[in-house]
């Protein structure tokens, strides 16, 4: 197993952007690879929770995200275009502060292009869960934390607090 070390909220390299993925990094970005799926693994096992994790979050400063829902994913330089107005809010957390919570907004639906594993130009439209999603993992890559998002001054919480705040509500 090569489960690589989260950086964590504070760490300086979380802040900075990474470079594109080139056609000839390929070869090199293969055990990066590997690398994600068993970080992400791990902190699913550990924690329970985890969609996908990108090549910044390990140290690694290239714009890469592998996603694990259902089947394996890595999208290489992924941009996000046609967002839509339309805004929703929501509890947002992160592998590099495993312990709270940031409240967001983020587009309903957006359209991600990328290149896969091949090479080639991909596209998908995203909508609800999933386009949060790899707005989250896509800011990793431009430096930008959930927490740098955050609506205003109250919008964290630490997931124990929440959890609590939840449960007494219902």
Not at 42 to 50: C, D, H, I, N, P
Not at 95 to 109: A, D, K, T
Not at 155 to 166: D, G, L
Request: glycine residues 6%; charged residues 30%.
């Amino acid at each position: 197993m090569a489960a690589r070390e989260i950086l964590l909220l504070g760490n300086p390299r979380l802040y900075e952007t990474s470079e594109p993925v080139l056609y000839t990094d390929l070869g090199s970005l293969r055990q990066v690879k590997t690398d994600l799926h068993d970080t992400l693994m791990e902190f699913r096992s550990r924690y329970g929770v985890g969609r996908a994790i990108a090549a910044p979050q390990i140290g690694v400063r290239k714009r890469m995200v592998y996603m694990h829902i259902g089947e394996p994913t890595v999208f290489f330089n992924p941009t996000l275009d046609e967002r839509s107005e339309e805004m929703f809010e929501l509890w947002d957390d992160c592998m590099c502060f495993p312990e709270f919570l940031v409240r967001v907004r983020r587009h309903v639906r957006c359209r991600i292009r990328y290149r896969n594993e091949q090479w080639e130009e991909c596209e998908l439209r995203l909508e609800g869960a999933l386009s949060e999603l790899l707005q989250h993992e896509c800011d990793h890559l431009d430096g930008i934390l959930a927490t740098m998002r955050a609506i205003d001054g109250t919008s964290f919480a630490m997931k124990a607090t929440a959890r609590t705040w939840r449960e007494s509500r219902q």
